[in-house]
C-alpha cells in the first residue's frame, strides 16, 4: 500500500474504529491500523513491557488510493460514524492534501514493525558513546534527544500529521564504563 492517510477520531474508540473500517472498506485498497509502542511499567521494582497507543484519538490507514478515491469512500463512512470518526486530517488549508508526506511515512516504516508497533531498543554505552545494537532505534542515535538511563527511555522527535513532536522509546542499555 502506497500511501497513508490519518483520520481524527474519538479517544479511547481506536481499536474499535480500526475494527469497524475493516469491515465497512475494502481490505484490498485499505488498511487500518493504530501505532503502539512498548513502555516499561515498574512492578515491585522489575521492568514489564506493556503496549499503548501512540497517538490517542488518531487511527492511520495505509491504502492504494489517490486522495479523491479516499474522500469519495470515507465520506459515507464518516458520515455514518460522525459521533466516533470525526474527519481525515489535511495539510494545510486544501482539504484534498490529506496523504502524510513521504519523508513522515519512511520515518514511520522504519520505526515500526509489521503489527505497527515501536519495539524496545536496546544498546550499549561505552566511555560514553551509545551505540544502539537492535530495535528501531539503531542507526539513530544522533536522532536521541534526551536518554534517561534509569527509566530506560529515549526521547526522540517524530512527524506526525505534519509536525514534530517528543515520545518517549524504551531504550534498554547496558554501561560498559560502569564495569571497568
Known amino acids: 500500500m502506497n ?4 483520520l481524527s477520531v474519538r479517544s479511547g474508540m481506536e481499536t474499535k474504529i480500526v475494527n469497524i473500517l475493516k469491515v465497512m472498506l475494502d481490505t484490498d485498497k485499505y488498511l487500518a491500523f493504530v501505532i503502539k509502542k512498548e513502555i516499561l511499567f515498574w512492578e515491585k521494582g522489575k521492568p514489564k513491557l506493556l503496549h499503548k497507543i501512540i497517538f490517542q484519538g488518531y487511527v492511520m490507514v495505509q491504502t492504494i488510493c489517490n486522495a479523491e478515491d479516499v ?14 470518526i470525526y474527519k481525515i486530517l489535511n495539510y494545510g488549508s486544501d482539504n484534498k492534501d ?5 519523508s513522515e511515512q519512511v520515518m514511520w516504516e522504519s520505526l515500526i514493525d509489521s503489527d505497527f508497533f515501536i519495539r524496545a531498543s536496546f544498546g550499549i554505552i561505552d566511555k560514553g558513546n551509545l551505540k544502539v545494537t537492535s530495535g528501531p532505534l539503531v542507526g539513530k542515535e544522533a536522532e536521541i534527544k534526551k536518554l534517561n538511563k534509569y527509566k530506560r527511555k529515549a526521547i526522540v522527535d517524530v512527524e506526525f500529521a505534519g509536525e514534530f513532536i517528543e515520545i518517549s522509546l524504551v531504550l534498554d542499555l547496558i554501561d ?3 564495569k571497568e
Open 98 to 102: 490529506i496523504m502524510i508526506r513521504k
Open 3 to 6: 500511501n497513508w492517510f490519518v
Open 71 to 84: 474522500i469519495r469512500d470515507m465520506r459515507p463512512i464518516i458520515s455514518i460514524a460522525r459521533n466516533n
Open 176 to 178: 560498559k564504563s560502569k
